[in-house]
């Protein structure tokens, strides 16, 4: 809901229809958005248990599923998960053929695998919100360290979203310059516990959301709404999302999907991006792809 009600509130769609499996809260969710009309752009909301309601989307944001309890991991959900995509997945792809499928339910990374073997899409059609969430919790963080704005901080978190994900310190700017060559040339000494706190903040962000308040919503509200808007107003923008990684940065051993930067557009994927990356930075993308293959590996898909 609160990635809906971020695309309503941007004006990026001309309908938006929702489906849940709960009758009377899909209702009840669909009123409550249909009664702001007077505040908000013009946008026709349709809601429906049956997948008919999505018929010729041009996105589909899936993020049906059971959420983690405080303290587990992603990970934990995958059984859950993957038995609800069975019942979600191929419907909402005959529904809407040439669409593009946008996964947000957790494990996201090796469920946008599973997505992608049931909707039987290409596979530039089928991505996962990724580690556009974690880098905009790294970019957040830095810009606090350095009392600068986080829109001026490039960085990318990429790998799993979940606990094997990493940190690209080598490649971070802010306002063009480089963080680490800039420190070094200035001589202003900083700690690699300090590089390596910020990583685990990040990594701890969604526990402790959790722990707090139940679940996350906000902050993954404004990052699907800003891969929607790159995806439907076709902004050949870079963003580190889901995708098939298979032969990127050393990663091999199947057809893993995990966040790299990627040129997204009309089409979905148009390209993974070259970044720069120290070997230490590619060895623990390679292991962050070894978690998630064990992984897939027990779905039999
Ligand atoms: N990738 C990311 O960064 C984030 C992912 N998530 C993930 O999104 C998922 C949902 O989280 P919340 O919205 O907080 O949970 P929620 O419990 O508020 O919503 C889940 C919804 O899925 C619906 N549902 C269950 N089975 C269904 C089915 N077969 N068909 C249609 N709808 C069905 C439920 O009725 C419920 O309304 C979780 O897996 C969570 O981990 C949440 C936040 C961020
Ligand atoms: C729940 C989740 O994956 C997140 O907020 O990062």
Redesign the pocket.
């Known amino acids: ?1 609160a990635i809906a009600q971020t695309i309503l509130t941007q004006d990026l769609a001309d309908e938006i229809a929702l ?4 009758p009377d ?2 209702r009840g969710e669909m009123l409550d958005l249909q009664h702001a009309a007077a505040f908000l752009p013009r946008t026709k909301i349709t809601a429906s ?1 049956d997948y008919d309601v999505t018929a010729g989307s041009d996105l589909c944001i899936v ?6 309890n405080p303290g587990e991991s ?1 990970l934990n ?1 995958l059984q859950r ?1 993957v038995a ?1 995509f069975r ?2 997945i191929p419907p909402l792809a005959k529904s809407s053929p040439d669409s593009i499928l946008l996964i ?3 494990p ?1 990374d090796v469920l946008t695998y599973v997505a992608w073997k049931l909707s039987g899409f290409p596979v530039n059609r089928v991505l ?3 580690t556009n ?1 974690d880098s905009s919790r790294f970019r957040f963080l830095i810009a606090d360290h350095l009392d600068v704005n986080a829109q001026d901080v490039q960085a990318f978190i990429v790998g799993e ?1 979940g606990d094997s994900s990493v940190a690209l310190w080598s490649s971070i700017s802010v306002g063009g310059i480089p963080v680490l060559s800039f420190l070094e040339k200035q001589q202003i000494a900083y700690e690699k516990q300090t590089l390596e706190d910020i990583h685990q903040t990040v990594v701890g962000s ?1 526990y402790e959301v959790i722990r707090l308040k139940g ?3 906000w902050a ?1 509200g404004y ?1 699907v709404a800003n891969l929607a808007r790159t995806i439907l107003r076709d902004q050949r923008k870079i963003h580190p999302v889901t995708v098939l990684a298979r032969g990127f940065y050393g990663v091999d051993g199947g057809d893993v999907f995990l966040s790299l930067p990627a040129l997204l557009g009309r089409n979905g994927v148009v390209a993974v991006t070259n970044v720069h990356m120290t070997d230490e930075e590619a060895e623990k993308l390679q292991e962050s792809a070894k978690t998630i293959l064990e992984m897939q590996s027990q779905l039999g898909l």
Not at 19 to 22: C, E, I, N, Q, R
Not at 63 to 68: C, D, K, L, N, W
């Open positions: 809901m489906v849940d499996a709960k809260k899909l248990v993020t049906a599923g059971a959420r983690q992603r959900l998960n609800l019942h979600i947000v339910s957790n996201v996962g919100s990724g969430l979203h969604a679940y996350t919503s993954i990052s």
